[in-house]
Protein backbone atom coordinates (compact mmCIF):
# COMPACT_ATOMS: atom_id res chain seq x y z
CA UNK A 1 0.00 0.00 0.00
CA UNK A 2 1.04 3.45 -0.34
CA UNK A 3 3.11 5.49 2.73
CA UNK A 4 4.27 8.95 2.85
CA UNK A 5 4.43 10.91 5.19
CA UNK A 6 6.80 14.28 4.07
CA UNK A 7 3.91 16.43 3.52
CA UNK A 8 3.30 17.16 -0.24
CA UNK A 9 4.64 14.56 -3.04
CA UNK A 10 7.43 16.23 -4.48
CA UNK A 11 5.71 15.93 -8.59
CA UNK A 12 7.83 17.48 -11.24
CA UNK A 13 4.93 17.86 -13.72
CA UNK A 14 5.54 21.32 -15.35
CA UNK A 15 2.91 21.04 -17.91
CA UNK A 16 0.51 18.94 -20.63
CA UNK A 17 1.23 18.87 -24.09
CA UNK A 18 -0.61 18.24 -27.02
CA UNK A 19 1.01 14.74 -28.44
CA UNK A 20 0.56 16.53 -32.40
CA UNK A 21 0.53 19.63 -31.78
CA UNK A 22 2.88 20.08 -28.89
CA UNK A 23 0.93 22.64 -27.73
CA UNK A 24 1.28 23.19 -23.88
CA UNK A 25 -1.78 23.15 -21.61
CA UNK A 26 -1.55 23.67 -17.83
CA UNK A 27 -1.26 21.05 -15.46
CA UNK A 28 -3.47 20.89 -12.39
CA UNK A 29 -6.47 21.88 -14.06
CA UNK A 30 -9.37 19.02 -15.57
CA UNK A 31 -8.05 18.06 -19.25
CA UNK A 32 -9.46 16.03 -21.71
CA UNK A 33 -8.12 15.87 -25.40
CA UNK A 34 -6.13 18.47 -26.41
CA UNK A 35 -8.13 21.75 -28.85
CA UNK A 36 -6.41 19.11 -32.14
CA UNK A 37 -8.45 16.48 -30.24
CA UNK A 38 -5.74 14.55 -29.53
CA UNK A 39 -3.88 13.13 -26.14
CA UNK A 40 -2.27 15.67 -23.86
CA UNK A 41 0.93 13.72 -22.73
CA UNK A 42 2.53 14.62 -18.89
CA UNK A 43 5.95 16.85 -18.96
CA UNK A 44 8.34 16.71 -15.77
CA UNK A 45 11.28 18.82 -14.68
CA UNK A 46 13.86 15.78 -15.35
CA UNK A 47 16.97 17.16 -14.86
CA UNK A 48 14.74 18.06 -11.01
CA UNK A 49 13.96 14.92 -11.42
CA UNK A 50 17.73 13.49 -11.94
CA UNK A 51 19.34 15.81 -9.16
CA UNK A 52 16.04 14.33 -6.75
CA UNK A 53 16.07 10.99 -7.09
CA UNK A 54 19.61 8.90 -7.64
CA UNK A 55 17.75 5.31 -8.96
CA UNK A 56 19.36 4.20 -5.75
CA UNK A 57 17.59 5.81 -3.56
CA UNK A 58 14.38 3.52 -4.84
CA UNK A 59 15.95 0.71 -2.48
CA UNK A 60 14.02 0.60 0.09
CA UNK A 61 10.75 2.37 -0.79
CA UNK A 62 7.59 -0.31 -0.72
CA UNK A 63 7.30 -2.50 -3.73
CA UNK A 64 4.59 -0.90 -5.79
CA UNK A 65 4.28 1.31 -8.86
CA UNK A 66 4.38 4.56 -5.87
CA UNK A 67 7.97 3.99 -6.00
CA UNK A 68 8.10 6.15 -8.76
CA UNK A 69 6.71 8.97 -7.06
CA UNK A 70 8.65 11.52 -8.39
CA UNK A 71 7.88 10.45 -11.79
CA UNK A 72 3.81 10.35 -11.57
CA UNK A 73 1.43 13.49 -10.96
CA UNK A 74 -0.44 12.96 -7.80
CA UNK A 75 0.41 16.13 -5.49
CA UNK A 76 -1.17 15.40 -2.20
CA UNK A 77 -0.71 12.49 -0.50
CA UNK A 78 -4.31 11.79 0.53
CA UNK A 79 -5.23 11.61 -2.95
CA UNK A 80 -3.48 8.45 -3.31
CA UNK A 81 -6.02 6.35 -4.03
CA UNK A 82 -4.46 2.74 -3.93
CA UNK A 83 -5.47 -0.91 -3.44
CA UNK A 84 -2.12 -2.30 -2.89
CA UNK A 85 -0.19 -2.05 -6.45
CA UNK A 86 2.36 -5.06 -6.57
CA UNK A 87 5.28 -5.21 -8.71
CA UNK A 88 4.16 -7.94 -10.91
CA UNK A 89 6.77 -10.57 -12.02
CA UNK A 90 8.84 -11.45 -14.74
CA UNK A 91 8.25 -14.88 -14.75
CA UNK A 92 10.13 -17.20 -17.19
CA UNK A 93 9.43 -20.08 -19.56
CA UNK A 94 12.49 -22.05 -19.70
CA UNK A 95 11.44 -25.18 -20.73
CA UNK A 96 9.40 -23.35 -24.14
CA UNK A 97 12.26 -21.27 -24.85
CA UNK A 98 14.37 -24.76 -25.11
CA UNK A 99 12.00 -26.77 -27.15
CA UNK A 100 11.62 -23.71 -29.57
CA UNK A 101 15.32 -23.19 -29.40
CA UNK A 102 14.97 -19.39 -28.38
CA UNK A 103 16.45 -16.81 -26.21
CA UNK A 104 15.28 -16.33 -22.88
CA UNK A 105 11.46 -15.74 -22.36
CA UNK A 106 10.04 -13.46 -19.72
CA UNK A 107 6.26 -12.93 -18.71
CA UNK A 108 5.55 -9.58 -17.20
CA UNK A 109 2.38 -10.95 -15.38
CA UNK A 110 0.37 -8.27 -14.87
CA UNK A 111 -2.77 -10.21 -13.86
CA UNK A 112 -1.33 -10.25 -10.19
CA UNK A 113 -2.26 -6.44 -9.58
CA UNK A 114 -5.60 -5.30 -7.86
CA UNK A 115 -8.80 -6.30 -9.64
CA UNK A 116 -6.54 -8.68 -11.77
CA UNK A 117 -5.09 -6.67 -14.44
CA UNK A 118 -2.67 -4.14 -15.72
CA UNK A 119 -5.71 -1.66 -16.06
CA UNK A 120 -5.33 -1.70 -12.43
CA UNK A 121 -2.20 0.92 -12.73
CA UNK A 122 -4.04 3.43 -15.39
CA UNK A 123 -6.98 3.55 -13.52
CA UNK A 124 -5.01 4.08 -10.24
CA UNK A 125 -3.22 7.10 -12.02
CA UNK A 126 -6.44 8.39 -13.37
CA UNK A 127 -8.86 7.92 -10.23
CA UNK A 128 -6.22 9.51 -7.95
CA UNK A 129 -6.14 12.84 -10.33
CA UNK A 130 -9.41 12.88 -10.85
CA UNK A 131 -9.74 13.17 -6.87
CA UNK A 132 -7.09 15.58 -6.44
CA UNK A 133 -9.16 17.20 -9.06
CA UNK A 134 -12.76 17.31 -7.86
CA UNK A 135 -14.20 15.14 -9.95
CA UNK A 136 -17.47 13.49 -8.62
CA UNK A 137 -19.06 11.31 -11.28
CA UNK A 138 -16.99 9.17 -13.89
CA UNK A 139 -17.85 7.02 -17.20
CA UNK A 140 -16.03 5.12 -19.43
CA UNK A 141 -16.29 2.54 -22.27
CA UNK A 142 -14.93 -0.89 -21.47
CA UNK A 143 -14.11 -4.55 -22.83
CA UNK A 144 -14.29 -5.71 -18.98
CA UNK A 145 -10.84 -4.63 -17.17
CA UNK A 146 -10.50 -0.82 -17.59
CA UNK A 147 -14.25 -1.00 -16.04
CA UNK A 148 -13.59 -3.48 -13.04
CA UNK A 149 -10.15 -1.50 -12.38
CA UNK A 150 -12.27 2.06 -12.52
CA UNK A 151 -15.52 0.86 -10.50
CA UNK A 152 -12.76 -0.34 -7.70
CA UNK A 153 -10.72 2.64 -7.89
CA UNK A 154 -13.81 4.97 -7.66
CA UNK A 155 -15.09 2.75 -5.00
CA UNK A 156 -12.07 3.04 -2.77
CA UNK A 157 -11.96 7.28 -3.84
CA UNK A 158 -15.79 7.84 -3.11
CA UNK A 159 -16.73 8.16 -6.62
CA UNK A 160 -19.48 7.49 -8.44
CA UNK A 161 -18.61 5.69 -11.78
CA UNK A 162 -20.86 4.76 -14.84
CA UNK A 163 -19.51 1.79 -16.86
CA UNK A 164 -20.74 1.06 -20.31
CA UNK A 165 -19.63 -2.02 -22.49
CA UNK A 166 -20.49 -4.59 -25.10
CA UNK A 167 -23.23 -6.88 -24.53
CA UNK A 168 -21.16 -9.66 -25.16
CA UNK A 169 -18.48 -8.96 -22.64
CA UNK A 170 -17.75 -11.99 -20.17
CA UNK A 171 -20.41 -12.05 -17.63
CA UNK A 172 -17.46 -12.41 -15.06
CA UNK A 173 -16.13 -8.99 -16.09
CA UNK A 174 -19.89 -7.47 -16.19
CA UNK A 175 -20.42 -8.60 -12.29
CA UNK A 176 -17.25 -8.04 -11.05
CA UNK A 177 -17.46 -4.17 -12.12
CA UNK A 178 -21.71 -4.41 -10.39
CA UNK A 179 -19.73 -5.88 -7.28
CA UNK A 180 -17.49 -2.90 -6.94
CA UNK A 181 -20.11 -0.33 -6.96
CA UNK A 182 -20.15 1.11 -10.60
CA UNK A 183 -23.60 1.34 -12.56
CA UNK A 184 -22.93 -1.47 -15.61
CA UNK A 185 -24.34 -0.88 -18.68
CA UNK A 186 -25.00 -3.53 -21.79
CA UNK A 187 -24.72 -1.83 -25.01
CA UNK A 188 -25.81 -3.50 -28.37
CA UNK A 189 -22.43 -2.31 -30.01
CA UNK A 190 -18.89 -2.31 -29.97
CA UNK A 191 -16.04 -0.32 -27.69
CA UNK A 192 -16.62 2.77 -29.74
CA UNK A 193 -19.88 2.83 -30.07
CA UNK A 194 -20.55 2.49 -25.94
CA UNK A 195 -17.25 5.35 -26.17
CA UNK A 196 -20.49 7.64 -27.68
CA UNK A 197 -22.68 6.89 -25.59
CA UNK A 198 -19.87 7.66 -22.71
CA UNK A 199 -19.02 11.39 -24.84
CA UNK A 200 -23.09 12.04 -25.37
CA UNK A 201 -23.91 11.62 -21.19
CA UNK A 202 -20.89 13.99 -21.05
CA UNK A 203 -22.76 16.44 -22.43
CA UNK A 204 -25.66 16.04 -20.72
CA UNK A 205 -25.05 14.82 -17.41
CA UNK A 206 -21.47 16.70 -17.14
CA UNK A 207 -19.46 13.31 -16.12
CA UNK A 208 -16.04 12.80 -16.55
CA UNK A 209 -15.07 11.02 -19.60
CA UNK A 210 -12.53 8.84 -19.01
CA UNK A 211 -12.06 6.67 -22.41
CA UNK A 212 -9.24 5.20 -23.31
CA UNK A 213 -6.33 8.47 -23.77
CA UNK A 214 -9.17 11.10 -23.50
CA UNK A 215 -7.35 11.79 -19.94
CA UNK A 216 -3.90 12.19 -19.55
CA UNK A 217 -3.01 10.16 -16.70
CA UNK A 218 -3.99 6.69 -17.48
CA UNK A 219 -0.60 6.65 -19.79
CA UNK A 220 1.31 7.44 -16.59
CA UNK A 221 -0.21 4.57 -14.63
CA UNK A 222 0.73 2.66 -17.74
CA UNK A 223 4.29 4.22 -17.61
CA UNK A 224 4.86 2.53 -14.61
CA UNK A 225 5.54 -0.60 -16.38
CA UNK A 226 8.20 0.07 -18.19
CA UNK A 227 9.90 1.67 -15.34
CA UNK A 228 9.39 -1.29 -13.10
CA UNK A 229 10.65 -3.83 -15.93
CA UNK A 230 14.18 -1.53 -16.34
CA UNK A 231 14.32 -1.81 -12.59
CA UNK A 232 13.73 -5.86 -12.64
CA UNK A 233 16.31 -6.34 -15.39
CA UNK A 234 18.75 -4.33 -13.75
CA UNK A 235 18.40 -0.95 -15.26
CA UNK A 236 18.68 -2.63 -18.66
CA UNK A 237 15.78 -3.23 -21.05
CA UNK A 238 15.55 -6.31 -23.04
CA UNK A 239 16.08 -6.85 -26.63
CA UNK A 240 11.83 -7.49 -27.41
CA UNK A 241 8.49 -6.33 -25.87
CA UNK A 242 5.74 -8.23 -27.19
CA UNK A 243 2.76 -6.05 -26.58
CA UNK A 244 -1.39 -6.79 -26.81
CA UNK A 245 -2.19 -3.62 -28.09
CA UNK A 246 -5.96 -2.25 -28.07
CA UNK A 247 -6.25 1.36 -27.18
CA UNK A 248 -2.02 1.06 -26.93
CA UNK A 249 -1.83 2.94 -22.98
CA UNK A 250 0.77 0.39 -22.20
CA UNK A 251 2.58 0.95 -25.66
CA UNK A 252 2.36 4.41 -25.72
CA UNK A 253 3.41 4.96 -21.58
CA UNK A 254 6.64 2.54 -22.05
CA UNK A 255 7.74 4.15 -24.36
CA UNK A 256 7.52 7.33 -22.58
CA UNK A 257 8.56 5.88 -19.75
CA UNK A 258 12.62 4.67 -21.31
CA UNK A 259 12.70 8.30 -23.05
CA UNK A 260 11.95 9.70 -19.72
CA UNK A 261 15.02 7.29 -17.87
CA UNK A 262 17.35 7.87 -20.67
CA UNK A 263 16.95 11.59 -19.72
CA UNK A 264 17.09 11.31 -15.71
CA UNK A 265 20.14 8.98 -16.36
CA UNK A 266 18.81 5.28 -15.19
CA UNK A 267 18.96 3.75 -18.81
CA UNK A 268 21.46 4.20 -21.60
CA UNK A 269 19.95 4.82 -25.14
CA UNK A 270 19.53 1.27 -25.98
CA UNK A 271 15.52 0.54 -25.94
CA UNK A 272 13.60 -2.64 -27.12
CA UNK A 273 12.08 -3.26 -30.08
CA UNK A 274 8.28 -2.28 -29.88
CA UNK A 275 6.21 -5.34 -31.11
CA UNK A 276 2.28 -4.86 -31.81
CA UNK A 277 0.39 -7.76 -31.45
CA UNK A 278 -3.71 -7.92 -32.37
CA UNK A 279 -5.84 -10.29 -33.38
CA UNK A 280 -6.41 -10.75 -37.20
CA UNK A 281 -9.96 -10.66 -36.80
CA UNK A 282 -9.43 -7.06 -35.41
CA UNK A 283 -6.07 -5.65 -36.47
CA UNK A 284 -6.43 -1.47 -37.65
CA UNK A 285 -2.60 -0.54 -36.44
CA UNK A 286 -0.90 -4.14 -38.00
CA UNK A 287 -2.92 -2.54 -41.65
CA UNK A 288 -1.51 0.90 -40.66
CA UNK A 289 2.11 -0.75 -40.09
CA UNK A 290 2.22 -1.99 -43.20
CA UNK A 291 1.06 0.74 -45.10
CA UNK A 292 3.32 2.97 -43.72
CA UNK A 293 0.48 5.38 -42.58
CA UNK A 294 0.17 7.26 -39.58
CA UNK A 295 -3.36 6.88 -38.44
CA UNK A 296 -5.56 3.82 -38.91
CA UNK A 297 -9.26 3.74 -39.54
CA UNK A 298 -11.56 2.25 -37.94
CA UNK A 299 -11.88 -1.80 -38.40
CA UNK A 300 -14.90 -2.62 -39.66
CA UNK A 301 -16.67 -5.90 -37.95
CA UNK A 302 -13.93 -6.30 -35.38
CA UNK A 303 -14.19 -9.68 -33.68
CA UNK A 304 -12.01 -11.76 -31.29
CA UNK A 305 -12.70 -13.77 -28.10
CA UNK A 306 -9.46 -11.78 -26.57
CA UNK A 307 -11.54 -9.13 -25.79
CA UNK A 308 -8.84 -6.70 -24.73
CA UNK A 309 -7.46 -6.22 -28.00
CA UNK A 310 -10.56 -6.45 -29.79
CA UNK A 311 -10.52 -1.68 -30.33
CA UNK A 312 -11.96 -1.20 -33.93
CA UNK A 313 -9.71 2.37 -33.61
CA UNK A 314 -7.52 4.12 -31.31
CA UNK A 315 -7.15 7.71 -30.84
CA UNK A 316 -3.42 7.28 -29.59
CA UNK A 317 -2.83 5.69 -32.86
CA UNK A 318 -0.27 8.20 -34.15
CA UNK A 319 1.92 7.54 -31.29
CA UNK A 320 1.41 3.79 -31.15
CA UNK A 321 2.98 3.33 -34.57
CA UNK A 322 5.78 5.67 -33.90
CA UNK A 323 6.98 4.06 -30.90
CA UNK A 324 7.09 0.90 -33.58
CA UNK A 325 8.60 2.73 -35.84
CA UNK A 326 11.55 4.31 -33.72
CA UNK A 327 12.04 1.11 -32.08
CA UNK A 328 12.61 -0.97 -35.02
CA UNK A 329 9.87 -3.17 -34.37
CA UNK A 330 6.90 -4.28 -36.34
CA UNK A 331 3.26 -5.23 -35.81
CA UNK A 332 1.73 -8.19 -36.36
CA UNK A 333 -1.83 -10.15 -36.02
CA UNK A 334 -2.51 -13.68 -34.90
CA UNK A 335 -5.71 -15.87 -35.44
CA UNK A 336 -8.22 -16.73 -32.75
CA UNK A 337 -7.31 -20.94 -33.09
CA UNK A 338 -3.65 -19.74 -32.66
CA UNK A 339 -4.44 -17.72 -29.76
CA UNK A 340 -6.42 -20.54 -27.75
CA UNK A 341 -3.48 -22.86 -28.88
CA UNK A 342 -1.23 -21.00 -27.31
CA UNK A 343 -3.23 -20.09 -24.24
CA UNK A 344 -3.13 -23.93 -23.35
CA UNK A 345 0.46 -24.31 -24.69
CA UNK A 346 1.69 -22.20 -22.11
CA UNK A 347 -0.95 -23.16 -18.96
CA UNK A 348 -0.02 -27.02 -19.62
CA UNK A 349 3.47 -26.89 -20.57
CA UNK A 350 4.90 -24.12 -18.35
CA UNK A 351 2.21 -23.79 -15.07
CA UNK A 352 1.01 -20.38 -16.43
CA UNK A 353 -2.62 -19.71 -16.57
CA UNK A 354 -2.15 -16.62 -19.31
CA UNK A 355 -5.18 -14.48 -20.46
CA UNK A 356 -6.01 -14.74 -24.19
CA UNK A 357 -4.60 -11.79 -24.57
CA UNK A 358 -1.40 -12.52 -23.31
CA UNK A 359 -1.51 -16.14 -24.91
CA UNK A 360 -1.46 -13.97 -27.94
CA UNK A 361 1.84 -12.13 -27.50
CA UNK A 362 3.08 -15.90 -27.03
CA UNK A 363 1.69 -16.83 -30.80
CA UNK A 364 3.24 -14.00 -31.92
CA UNK A 365 6.77 -14.74 -30.96
CA UNK A 366 6.41 -18.37 -31.74
CA UNK A 367 5.71 -16.85 -35.67
CA UNK A 368 8.63 -14.28 -35.11
CA UNK A 369 11.45 -16.69 -34.18
CA UNK A 370 10.29 -19.31 -36.50
CA UNK A 371 10.99 -16.39 -39.75
CA UNK A 372 13.56 -14.59 -37.80
CA UNK A 373 12.22 -11.19 -37.23
CA UNK A 374 13.27 -12.46 -33.46
CA UNK A 375 16.76 -13.71 -33.24
CA UNK A 376 16.83 -17.20 -31.39
CA UNK A 377 19.47 -15.25 -29.01
CA UNK A 378 17.16 -12.39 -28.36
CA UNK A 379 15.65 -11.70 -24.74
CA UNK A 380 12.09 -11.25 -25.04
CA UNK A 381 9.17 -9.78 -22.70
CA UNK A 382 5.56 -10.91 -23.14
CA UNK A 383 3.39 -8.78 -21.55
CA UNK A 384 0.31 -11.06 -19.94
CA UNK A 385 -2.10 -8.21 -19.08
CA UNK A 386 -4.78 -10.10 -16.76
CA UNK A 387 -5.67 -12.99 -14.62
CA UNK A 388 -6.45 -16.11 -16.69
CA UNK A 389 -9.10 -16.80 -13.99
CA UNK A 390 -11.43 -13.86 -15.89
CA UNK A 391 -11.93 -15.49 -18.66
CA UNK A 392 -14.51 -18.39 -19.50
CA UNK A 393 -11.81 -21.82 -20.28
CA UNK A 394 -12.88 -24.87 -22.26
CA UNK A 395 -15.19 -27.43 -20.62
CA UNK A 396 -13.24 -29.90 -18.24
CA UNK A 397 -13.64 -32.58 -16.26
CA UNK A 398 -14.13 -36.18 -16.53
CA UNK A 399 -17.49 -37.35 -14.49
CA UNK A 400 -16.96 -40.14 -11.72
CA UNK A 401 -19.68 -41.52 -9.79
CA UNK A 402 -19.34 -42.91 -6.23
CA UNK A 403 -20.93 -46.24 -4.93
CA UNK A 404 -19.21 -48.78 -7.84
CA UNK A 405 -15.54 -49.87 -7.77
CA UNK A 406 -13.12 -47.92 -9.69
CA UNK A 407 -11.68 -49.21 -12.90
CA UNK A 408 -8.27 -47.64 -12.40
CA UNK A 409 -6.41 -48.91 -15.48
CA UNK A 410 -9.34 -47.47 -17.20
CA UNK A 411 -9.61 -44.61 -15.81
CA UNK A 412 -5.87 -43.67 -15.59
CA UNK A 413 -5.36 -44.87 -19.42
CA UNK A 414 -8.78 -42.65 -19.97
CA UNK A 415 -6.94 -39.33 -19.05
CA UNK A 416 -4.66 -38.27 -21.49
CA UNK A 417 -0.52 -38.23 -20.86
CA UNK A 418 0.74 -34.79 -21.56
CA UNK A 419 1.76 -33.97 -24.95
CA UNK A 420 4.42 -32.69 -23.91
CA UNK A 421 7.68 -34.15 -23.13
CA UNK A 422 9.05 -33.32 -19.55
CA UNK A 423 11.74 -30.74 -19.23
CA UNK A 424 15.41 -32.05 -19.91
CA UNK A 425 18.05 -29.79 -17.82
C1 LIG B 1 -6.85 -3.32 -22.05
C2 LIG B 1 -6.28 -4.63 -22.34
C3 LIG B 1 -5.37 -4.79 -23.39
C4 LIG B 1 -4.94 -3.66 -24.28
O1 LIG B 1 -4.17 -2.72 -23.58
P1 LIG B 1 -3.92 -1.27 -24.17
O2 LIG B 1 -2.78 -0.74 -23.38
O3 LIG B 1 -5.18 -0.50 -23.97
O4 LIG B 1 -3.60 -1.41 -25.61
C5 LIG B 1 -4.84 -6.04 -23.60
N1 LIG B 1 -5.20 -7.08 -22.83
C6 LIG B 1 -6.05 -6.97 -21.81
C7 LIG B 1 -6.37 -8.15 -21.00
C8 LIG B 1 -6.63 -5.74 -21.52
O5 LIG B 1 -7.48 -5.63 -20.49
Redesign the pocket.
Known sequence: MFEWTGGELPTFVTHLECSLTGERYPADTLQTLSKAGRPLLVRYDLDGIRRALPRDKLADRPQTLWRYRELLPVRRPENVVSLGEVVTPLVSLPRISDRLGGGEILVKDEGRLPTG???ARGLALAVSMAKELGVETMAMPT????GAAMAAYCSRAGIKAYVFCPDDTPAVNVREIAMQGAEVFLVDGLIDDCGKLVAEGEQEVGWFNCS?LREPYRIEG?KTMGIELAEQLGWEVPDVIF?????????IGMWKAFGELEKIGWIGPKRPRMVVVQATGCAPMVKAWEEGVEHAPRWENAHTF????R?PQAVGDFLILRAVRESGGFATAVADDMIADAWREVASEEGLLL?P??AATYAAYKNALADGRVGTDERVVLFN??SGLKYPMPEAGTPLKLGSAVDWRKLIGAIPTPRIPAHKR
Open positions: SFKNGNATKYPTGGGTGIAAGIVCEGCA
